[in-house]
């Protein structure tokens, strides 16, 4: 490919992205037909979001949801490959982009609903039995480090945005908006392989303390300390089990390590 081609691609690409007009001067009368393209690379990126956030569509409605997602596209020129990705970005930005940012209720929709697509996306991975845990050594328990099933992920919610995600999911109309929490909560979405589909829940308080330690490379013994410091110290080493069993049963856990130690 020549090198001029290349400069030519290169600044039709900027074009696209960021406006700039570089490539005006390589076009008759000035490229009369570029907004063509201008408008159809937007309306292209404003239609994935709009296939990734149907339940913030509906919250904002058309006309909001268009300005919006318009806006973010032109604040946000695509870095990825597959657009898939491109609508990472959208609940952090619309948590701080007047005038979205003074309605904390759409960061917290858009925030979920991008949780629930990464876990469907997510890479297909075996989750450990119980027979798993029963079979580490007493010695290994304290330093024992855990993996986690890479469609597990988090998001701390202000909003309790699930019902009427869910409606809008099931293609019925909302009962009501999304209520306030007393305080924020954290949700956990995953795939269920074994049913084939995403599932979420609440956190408790400690649960979600648990998790983030371990999640963040901390041990057994680490988590147990987390579980104290919410919970009845001197049952933290049964809350921090019972957490783990329930998470083996729900398939979150796929592999186990101890630095130093073997087993098997």
Known sequence: MSGGLVRIQDLFQDRLLTGAAGIDGHLAAGGPFMKVYDHAYVARLMEILGEDY??????????GFAEATEAYVRAHPSTFRSARWF?????DWLGRTAPWSDVPVLTDMAAFEWALGLAFD?????????????????EAWPVLTFEFHPS???????????????????????EAAPEA???????????????????FRELA?????????????????????????????????????????????????IGLDAPGISWG
């Not at 609508?87 to 609940?91: P, R, T």
């Not at 597990?152 to 909302?174: I, M």
């Open 54 to 63: 149907p339940a913030l569509h509906t919250l904002l409605g058309d006309d």
């Open 87 to 91: 609508g990472g970005a959208l609940a």
């Open 122 to 138: 997510a890479p297909d991975a075996e989750a450990l039995g119980m027979d798993a845990l029963a079979a580490v050594p007493p």
């Open 152 to 174: 597990l992920n988090t998001r701390v919610l202000g909003h309790d945005v699930a019902p009427f995600q869910q409606a809008v999911a099931k293609e019925e109309d909302p």
């Open 181 to 199: 929490f007393d305080a924020p909560v954290t949700v956990a979405a995953w795939r269920d392989d074994a049913e084939t589909m995403v599932r």
């Open 205 to 253: 308080a400690d649960e979600a303390a648990c998790l983030g330690c371990l999640v963040n490379g901390g041990d057994f013994q680490a988590m147990c300390e987390a579980a104290a410091e919410l919970g009845d110290g001197d049952e933290a080493a049964v809350r921090a089990a019972s957490l783990l069993a329930h998470w083996v049963q729900a398939g979150w856990i």
